[in-house]
C-alpha cells in the first residue's frame, strides 16, 4: 500500500548542473568590477571587500530565490536546493581558508543570519519604495557609504528582478538568461 505522504521520501531536486549553472551565474555577476567602481569611474562604490562581496553575492542570491519560488513547478524546492548550494559553497571556501572544523558551523550561523537578515530588510523595502531600498543597500551593503551609489544600486536592483520576472520557468530553470549589464542602471537613479 502506498501512503499518500512519504515523509522519509527524499525531495525531488533540480538538476545538480541547473543548480550549479545558476549559482556559477550568481557568483559571476557579482564580481562584476563595475559594483566596485566609485561613482567617478560610473561604479557602484560598493566596498571591494571580503564583506562586500559577500554582500553583493547575498544581493543577488536572493533576487534569484525570489524568482524561483514564483516557479509553479517545484519552486520551493528549487529554491532550497540553490540556497544549499550556496551554503555548501560558503563551508567549503570556509575550510580552504583554513578555518577550523569547529569554527564553521558558528561562521555558517553568521552567514544564515547576514542572509536571512538582509532578506526580509529587502523585502520590506520593496514594498515600500525605491528610496527605501536604497537606504536598506546603503545599510547593509555600502556601509553607510554616498547615498547616490545606493540609488544607483537599487535602480540596478529593480531592473534586475523585473528582468527575471518576465522569464518564462523553461528559461530560468535551463539557466538560459542573463543577468542586466550593471551599465543599464546609469541614470536610472530616482533622487
Not at 524561483?68 to 532550497?80: C, H, I
Not at 583554513?98 to 529587502?122: C, H, I, N, W
Amino acid at each position: 500500500m502506498l501512503w499518500p505522504f512519504n515523509h522519509f521520501r527524499k525531495p525531488r531536486l533540480a538538476p545538480r548542473g541547473t543548480i550549479e549553472a545558476i549559482y556559477g551565474m550568481i557568483v559571476t555577476q557579482a564580481r562584476e568590477p563595475l559594483f566596485y567602481q566609485d561613482l567617478d569611474y560610473q561604479g557602484f562604490g560598493v566596498p571591494d571587500t571580503v564583506n562586500g562581496r559577500f554582500d553583493l553575492l547575498l544581493l543577488h542570491l536572493w533576487m534569484v530565490l525570489r524568482r524561483l519560488r514564483q516557479n509553479e513547478a517545484g519552486g520551493a524546492e528549487l529554491s532550497q536546493a540553490l540556497f544549499d548550494h550556496f551554503c555548501a559553497d560558503m563551508d567549503a571556501n570556509l575550510r580552504e581558508m583554513g578555518v577550523g572544523d569547529l569554527a564553521v558551523p558558528k561562521r555558517m550561523q553568521a552567514f544564515g543570519e547576514a542572509f536571512y537578515g538582509r532578506s526580509t530588510a529587502y523585502d520590506l523595502a520593496l514594498t515600500d519604495s525605491s528610496e527605501a531600498l536604497a537606504l536598506a543597500l546603503c545599510r547593509n551593503i555600502l556601509e553607510g557609504g554616498q547615498i547616490e551609489n545606493a540609488r544607483r544600486l537599487a535602480a540596478y536592483t529593480d531592473a534586475t528582478i523585473a528582468q527575471l520576472g518576465l522569464l518564462d520557468d523553461a528559461a530560468l530553470l535551463a539557466a538560459s538568461w542573463r543577468f542586466p549589464s550593471p551599465r543599464q542602471a546609469q541614470g536610472s537613479a530616482k533622487p
